[in-house]
């Protein structure tokens, strides 16, 4: 969605019809609130990030076909919505890793300060074993999911197709920030469940980078398959 209202959607109705190479026909369409065929619903509430105001923003009827997407829409711009889709899909799970990255480190970076400052029969709570233990693990995810968003990066910027590398990264990287947002509440006791600390905000915000842009299992899914594309048994 842009800053001026306008939300990109996939339409199926042309599921009828075919693209070149025979692929059943994808449409994406500019869908702007109040405009003819439009149509859209009230804000969604959800429980994670509260900036964003999502909306369901649908179509119904036919659309003229110089609304659909492409080198200035109509004909150009048809049949190739899949294509479109994709690459956004590879962007936008490097987009949803270095998210999953920034709110890691702020999970981490709360429970290695509450850990130095909480203190238990007399010594803070960093100094027990336990505690060290989820803290290692804790930075060593956090650097993995930073180096594999970096490098998908990278590659993105050099214009290489980045299907595996943008997977891998969004897969690793989320399911790490969960799991360190988890850890950082669970750090923090029963402190941690209550808005006076950060970390019941980050503990809520995490499940969103598993689901969003594809989930775990559809990653793995396409982890899989491009790896057998990338190496074949000869």
């Not at 336990?130 to 803290?135: C, E, R």
């Amino acid at each position: 969605q842009d800053n001026h209202g306008e939300r990109i959607v996939g339409n199926n109705d042309h599921a009828q019809e075919q693209a070149p190479g025979g692929k059943p026909k994808v449409a994406i369409e500019a869908c702007r609130q109040g405009e003819a065929h439009n149509t859209a619903v009230a804000p969604e509430s959800a429980l994670h990030i509260h900036a964003p105001v999502n909306r369901w923003c649908g179509t119904y009827g036919p659309k003229p076909a110089e609304e659909e997407a492409g080198e200035g829409g109509g004909d150009e711009g048809s049949g190739h919505g899949q294509q479109y889709a994709l690459s956004a899909l590879e962007l936008g799970r490097i987009n949803i890793a270095a998210r999953a990255g920034g709110v890691a480190q702020a999970a981490f970076a709360a429970a290695r300060r509450y850990a130095q400052q909480r203190e238990t029969f007399g010594r803070p709570i960093y100094d027990h074993q336990a505690i060290q233990f989820k803290l290692a693990e804790m930075a060593t995810k956090l650097q993995a999911a930073r180096l594999m968003t970096y490098d998908a990066a990278k590659r993105a910027d050099l214009g290489e197709r980045v299907d595996l590398e943008a997977g891998m990264a969004k897969l690793f990287a989320s399911e790490a920030a969960f799991e360190i947002a988890t850890d950082a509440l669970r750090i923090h006791g029963g402190n941690g469940y209550t808005t006076e600390f950060p970390v019941e905000r980050y503990f809520r915000d995490t499940p969103l980078m598993i689901i969003g842009e594809g989930t775990s299992e559809i990653q793995k899914m396409v982890i899989a398959r491009k790896l057998r594309d990338r190496y074949p048994v000869e």
